[in-house]
């Protein structure tokens, strides 16, 4: 144990006292302060590796984890867009005149429903949009092919665009329902590549198929112009208007 030495007499004082055990003078313990702090320097390395070292296992294990089920709910995702898919193969039949078809229901030159199959619409879309290429393609993607599905009740279009040689699908599901004079779409979701996307997000996706509206503009005037259309697996029927 360090002793005190008093400044006034010179006296060895034991390192507990305060004052000078010889003449009584207050002794200057900042000493013993000072050499308390260093005395366990084990101690105080303890104290900061607590203070600065990692943290404990579980706690480490738990980010670790997240992170890396995050990282695989990314990739998982990432894969849902970058798969194709089914899309109806493209048709080589011939495409019937639907926009011709629709301008005549409308003017009552030919009453009576009119009836496509899935692969007449695929034929028409594939004739109908060759010539508007141009218009549906943009600095970044390409436009290859755009598509129609139907089943009861619901229509989806799909697009297929080209990102620098990749191609990226977008779908959008569709119910038509007429009413009131008027046909209205109503999107019931859609999908990127094969990750669905809801319908509450899918209403703010109409920019994805913005270019392809405005490129069947002419059709959607027209079928807005009938009196339903009605989906069923493998095909429309498009009844004419009754006046
Ligand atoms: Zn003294």
Same mark, same amino acid.
């Given at each position: 144990?360090?002793?005190?030495?008093?400044?006034?007499?010179?006296? @060895? !004082?034991?390192?507990?006292?305060?004052?000078?055990?010889?003449?009584?003078?207050? +002794?200057? =313990?900042?000493?013993?302060?000072?050499?308390?702090?260093?005395?366990?320097?084990?101690? @105080?390395?303890?104290?900061?590796?607590?203070? +600065?070292?990692? *943290?404990?296992?579980? =706690?480490?294990?738990?980010?670790? %984890?997240?992170?890396?089920?995050?990282?695989?709910?990314?990739?998982?995702?990432?894969?849902? %867009?970058?798969?194709?898919? @089914?899309?109806?193969?493209? $048709?080589?039949? +011939?495409?019937?005149?639907?926009d011709?078809?629709l301008?005549?229901?409308?003017?009552?030159?030919?009453?009576? *429903?009119? @009836?496509?199959?899935?692969?007449?619409?695929?034929?028409?879309?594939?004739?109908r +949009?060759?010539?508007?290429?141009?218009?549906? !393609?943009?600095?970044?993607? $390409?436009?290859?092919?755009?598509?129609?599905?139907? =089943?009861?009740?619901?229509?989806?279009?799909?697009?297929?665009?080209?990102?620098?040689?990749?191609?990226?699908?977008?779908?959008?599901?569709? =119910?038509?329902?007429? /009413?009131?004079?008027?046909?209205?779409?109503?999107?019931? /979701?859609? #999908?990127?590549?094969?990750? *669905?996307?809801?319908?509450?997000?899918?209403?703010?996706?109409?920019? %994805?198929?913005?270019?392809? #509206?405005?490129?069947l503009e002419r059709e959607r005037k027209l079928?807005?112009?009938?009196?339903?259309? !009605?989906?069923?697996?493998?095909?429309?029927?498009?009844?004419? *208007? $009754?006046?």
């Open positions: 144990m360090t002793k005190l030495v008093c400044a006034e007499c010179r006296h @060895e !004082n034991e390192a507990e006292r305060i004052y000078c055990h010889n003449c009584g003078e207050r +002794l200057d =313990r900042s000493v013993v302060a000072a050499q308390k702090k260093g005395q366990d320097p084990k101690d @105080e390395h303890r104290r900061l590796q607590k203070m +600065l070292g990692p *943290p404990n296992r579980a =706690r480490q294990n738990f980010f670790a %984890i997240s992170k890396l089920a995050l990282a695989a709910a990314v990739v998982a995702a990432l894969v849902q %867009i970058a798969l194709p898919p @089914e899309l109806p193969a493209p $048709t080589k039949i +011939l495409a019937p005149q639907v011709l078809d301008e005549n229901a409308g003017s009552y030159q030919k009453p009576g *429903p009119l @009836e496509y199959s899935q692969d007449q619409i695929n034929a028409y879309l594939a004739y +949009l060759i010539g508007k290429k141009k218009a549906l !393609n943009n600095p970044v993607l $390409t436009f290859v092919r755009a598509t129609a599905s139907f =089943r009861e009740g619901a229509c989806t279009i799909g697009v297929e665009r080209s990102l620098f040689g990749y191609s990226l699908f977008s779908r959008a599901s569709y =119910r038509v329902d007429a /009413g009131a004079g008027k046909i209205a779409a109503t999107n019931n /979701g859609g #999908w990127i590549g094969r990750m *669905p996307v809801h319908p509450a997000i899918m209403q703010f996706g109409g920019i %994805i198929f913005a270019d392809l #509206w405005s490129a079928l807005g112009k009938m009196g339903a259309v !009605n989906f069923h697996d493998g095909g429309v029927s498009i009844t004419t *208007p $009754t006046r």
